[in-house]
T-cell receptor, first 117, second 114 residues
Framework: AQSVTQLDSQVPVFEEAPVELRCNYS??????LFWYVQYPNQGLQLLLK??????LVESINGFEAEFNKSQTSFHLRKPSVHISDTAEYFC???????????????FGQGTILTVHP | KAGVTQTPRYLIKTRGQQVTLSCSPI?????VSWYQQTPGQGLQFLFE???????NKGNFPGRFSGRQFSNSRSEMNVSTLELGDSALYLC?????????????FGPGTRLTVL
């Protein structure tokens, strides 16, 4: 069975500092990995995704994540954070085994990123 | 292109009642997935519908049910509400291709059971 683990429940950082949000997955089948962000009282917004191809994926707002198969990780990084990045971030995975994988994202428990001025 | 919409945004019900939530997917998307989000359990998969058929189901009791219409709009129903059903219910839409593709989420329906 697929599982996703986010290693930090809360990450406080200062503005303009770099940040890394850690995510590990376990699966016996090919996986497809995503990072979503959730602002208070809102739904989830897609940040970036790994479906295939280059192991380094980037988003339009400066975040990047690297798919590392040997370490089963998909950590999210940003070289310089802003106050507006304060939110909860979710790592999620989906298998391709059909059947029990259809339309099912498995989420980590979330990491609350708080950016201080 | 309009995003995923969910109605209503907020609901207050009492124990024992039933509730129906609605989700309209992005135009062209044929798959709708539903999730329950609570502080204790996080985000949990309820079920997925594609072309009016339930293709996948999570580990929730039979009180949780859903359906999908020919225009891909989906509803989920919770009968005999319990206090523990208080949660944010999110739906997500995608093309529903055989290979995994990206899910886009709606703003959610906040259900409070008193």
């Amino acid at each position: 069975a697929q599982s996703v683990t986010q290693l930090d429940s809360q990450v406080p950082v200062f503005e303009e500092a770099p940040v890394e949000l850690r995510c590990n997955y376990s699966s016996s089948v090919s996986v497809y990995l995503f990072w979503y962000v959730q602002y208070p009282n809102q739904g989830l917004q897609l940040l970036l995704k790994y479906l295939s191809g280059s192991t380094l994926v980037e988003s339009i707002n400066g975040f990047e994540a690297e798919f590392n198969k040997s370490q089963t990780s998909f950590h999210l990084r940003k070289p310089s954070v802003h106050i507006s990045d304060t939110a909860e971030y979710f790592c999620a995975g989906m298998g391709n085994a059909g059947g029990t994988s259809y339309g099912k994202l498995t989420f980590g428990q979330g990491t609350i990123l708080t950016v201080h001025p | 292109k309009a995003g995923v919409t969910q109605t209503p945004r907020y609901l207050i019900k009492t124990r024992g009642q039933q509730v129906t939530l609605s989700c309209s997917p992005i135009s062209g998307h044929r798959s709708v997935s539903w999730y329950q989000q609570t502080p204790g359990q996080g985000l949990q998969f309820l079920f997925e519908y594609f072309s009016e058929t339930q293709r996948n189901k999570g580990n929730f009791p039979g009180r949780f049910s859903g359906r999908q219409f020919s225009n891909s709009r989906s509803e989920m129903n919770v009968s005999t509400l319990e206090l523990g059903d208080s949660a944010l219910y999110l739906c997500a839409s995608s093309f529903g291709t055989p290979l995994p593709d990206t899910q886009y989420f709606g703003p959610g329906t906040r259900l409070t059971v008193l």
